[in-house]
Structures are given as C-alpha cells and as structure tokens.
T-cell receptor, first 110, second 113 residues
Framework: KNEVEQSPQNLTAQEGEFITINCSYSVGISALHWLQQHPGGGIVSLFMLSSGKKKHGRLIATINIQEKHSSLHITASHPRDSAVYICALDAQGGSEKLVFGKGTKLTVNP | DGGITQSPKYLFRKEGQNVTLSCEQNLNHDAMYWYRQDPGQGLRLIYYSQIVNDFQKGDIAEGYSVSREKKESFPLTVTSAQKNPTAFYLC????????????FGPGTRLTVT
C-alpha cells in the first residue's frame, strides 16, 4: 500500500466550479505539502501545512492530522488552474526526504 | 531574481553515453535534491545533499552519480549503467533538509535512444 494516496487521479471541471482534491496518508508526518505542476513540467509549492487550514487567493488547503487526510480546494476554478496537483509528506522526525503522491490531473474547461 | 535553473530543458543522448544535467541555485539553500519523474508515477528521489561535499543516496540512486563542490551547484550524471534513463529530471532545493518547503527547477527532459 502506498504511503500517500490521492483522489481522484483525473478531474475535469467547468470554469467556475468548486474543486476538491484529496490526499490520504498512512504514516505520521511533520508537514504536508501541496505542489502544482504545469504542463511545461515546472513545479511550484502551493502550501506547506502541519495543522488546520491555509488560504492563498482561491486556493485553500486543510489537514486533519487525526484522520491522516488533507484536501486542496479551488474556488471559482479557471482554465489556468489546469495542472497536476501533487501531495507530498514530510515524515515525522524531520526526514530529509519527501514522499510524493502520484498526482491529480485537473482540467478546467472554459 | 532568486531561483533554481536547470539546463538544458531537453537533452538527447545515445545509449551507452554518460550525460550530466546541470542544477544551480542562488537561494543560499543548504539542501539540494534530484528527482526523477516517470508517467503515472510520483516523483522519486535519486540523491540529495544537505551540505557541500556531502550527499546521500535516495530511493533510486543506481546508475546515477552526483557531486556538491559548491553550495550553489548540484550536477547529476546519468551513467550508462542506468537501465532506463529516459525520464523527466527535477532538481530542488530547500533551506534545510526537512521542515522547509522545497523550491523546484524547471526540469530537464532526457531522451536516450
């Protein structure tokens, strides 16, 4: 069983829709990261969180440590949000290595 | 502007040749990483370095080598011993290993035929 599971694998939405991407994990963590990878390949860090909720513009990330679950929400989605969204874990103990999910490919149609 | 640069963006090599991928950062970060990405798979760690002149193997180090002679630079050599070298390679850096977000370069797509 993978340590990090993302769902769905693929997601297609219409512009303006509310998007939710989920990340479940099975290990103790010190932090969880949400990353965005655009079609060109470059990766941008969106959030790093260890508890609660963070918001940046139309993006909201939440984490429930007890349930080992995190969600990334996009409000008022736009075609430029089309990308692969990746969940990654910092394992407990300050491991030097991130553990990555396989990503969720989001396509937002105009 | 601060950031991470990788060059080249696309690289083509013949089987049996070694090839070196460049990664430079001017963020004054101590830690640097090399990842490999294949279709349908999560990023996998090849090597990482927490300090100059020191580096550790990641999960898939076989067939690869690295050096860290300068804080700013962490080149990756894909050797002929790597069985399936065609992939997308990403370099990243962070202030310290663990606890800090990683900043990623634009990647190098290597094709070996």
């Amino acid at each position: 069983k993978n340590e990090v599971e993302q769902s769905p694998q693929n997601l297609t939405a219409q512009e303006g829709e509310f998007i939710t991407i989920n990340c479940s994990y099975s290990v103790g963590i010190s932090a969880l990261h949400w990353l965005q990878q655009h079609p060109g390949g470059g990766i941008v860090s969106l959030f790093m969180l260890s508890s609660g909720k963070k918001k940046h513009g139309r993006l909201i990330a939440t984490i429930n440590i007890q349930e080992k679950h995190s969600s990334l929400h996009i409000t008022a989605s736009h075609p430029r949000d089309s990308a692969v969204y990746i969940c990654a874990l910092d394992a407990q103990g300050g491991s030097e290595k991130l553990v990555f999910g396989k990503g969720t490919k989001l396509t937002v149609n105009p | 502007d601060g950031g991470i640069t990788q060059s080249p963006k696309y690289l083509f090599r013949k089987e049996g040749q070694n090839v070196t991928l460049s990664c430079e950062q001017n963020l004054n970060h101590d830690a640097m990483y090399w990842y490999r990405q294949d279709p349908g798979q999560g990023l996998r760690l090849i090597y990482y370095s927490q300090i100059v002149n020191d580096f550790q193997k990641g999960d898939i180090a076989e067939g690869y080598s690295v050096s860290r002679e300068k804080k700013e630079s962490f080149p990756l050599t894909v050797t002929s011993a790597q069985k399936n070298p065609t992939a997308f390679y990403l370099c990243a850096s962070s202030r310290l290993a663990g606890y800090y977000e990683q900043y990623f370069g634009p990647g190098t797509r290597l094709t070996v035929t």
